[in-house]
Nanobody
Framework: QVQLVESGGGSVQAGGSLRLSCVAS????????MGWFRQAPGKEREGVAV????????TYADSVKGRFTISQVTAQNTLYLEMNSLKPEDTAMYYC??????????????????????WGQGTQVTVSS
């Protein structure tokens, strides 16, 4: 099992920035990739960004490309999500997740919830207009 703890959420005005952090503990070596997801009230959880632990290869949802950046500090088992030019539609609970996956995920990091095995409790991001 991998335990994940998110932090860094908050309330900002449109155009502002936030940086989310996620600290992983436990069997972290089993996680081939880690990602950020979000879920707004009444909507399904959606993938935002994912990074492969070994190569650093990333995938982003179209809605956040050019505004969000996912990164990791492997030695500290920490995952980050830098969010710039925030919009009201970015308002959601943001979750960190980790997955073991399969070898092909090294080349095509997944953004589907089904591919992830471990989840954090979430951190709220609210963007006002």
């Amino acid at each position: 099992q991998v335990q994940l703890v998110e932090s860094g959420g908050g309330s900002v005005q449109a155009g502002g920035s936030l940086r989310l952090s996620c600290v992983a503990s436990g069997y972290t070596y089993r996680s081939r990739f880690m990602g950020w997801f979000r879920q707004a009230p009444g909507k399904e959880r959606e993938g935002v960004a994912v990074i492969v632990a070994g190569s650093g290869r990333t995938t982003y949802a179209d809605s956040v490309k050019g505004r969000f950046t996912i990164s990791q500090v492997t030695a500290q088992n920490t995952l980050y999500l830098e969010m710039n030019s925030l919009k009201p539609e970015d308002t959601a609970m943001y979750y960190c997740a980790a997955g073991a996956g399969s070898w092909w995920h090294e080349y095509s990091p997944p953004l589907k919830t089904d591919d992830y095995d471990n989840w954090g409790q979430g951190t709220q991001v609210t963007v006002s207009s």
